[in-house]
């Protein structure tokens, strides 16, 4: 699977649910080469915009879509790496914003 494959799949699955891919495609396609990469890495597909541990059970928060998208999208619009946001914030109808990480940090220091 390739990234245009990975955005086709993806796009049918989350865009039912209120999930939109960045329209900026310089953004997005490199984030799901990254995911990709993850994924034949470490057999997942952790957040590419996070360090990994690399043990699924450690990184279950980060496996795309983490677990804090749906609150980085109801809150700014979009989730941390920019990858996903709501039909608005794709459309450009709404601020695009610096997402805070909402990873806790003793999650991060592992």
Known sequence: MNAEQLFAALKKIQ???????NSDMTMTMPLLESLLTNKER?????????????TF???RDIV????????????FGACF?????SKE?????VEKVVVPER????????
């Open 42 to 54: 470490l057999g997942y597909m952790a957040c590419p915009c996070r360090l990994a541990n690399g």
């Open 81 to 85: 790496c920019g990858l996903y946001g």
């Open 57 to 59: 059970e450690t990184d």
């Open 103 to 110: 990873r806790p940090v003793e999650k991060i220091l592992w």
């Open 15 to 21: 865009e039912p649910k209120g999930y939109y891919f």
């Open 89 to 93: 914030w794709a459309e450009g109808k």
């Open 64 to 75: 795309c879509p983490c677990e804090y998208r749906e609150a980085d999208v109801a809150e």
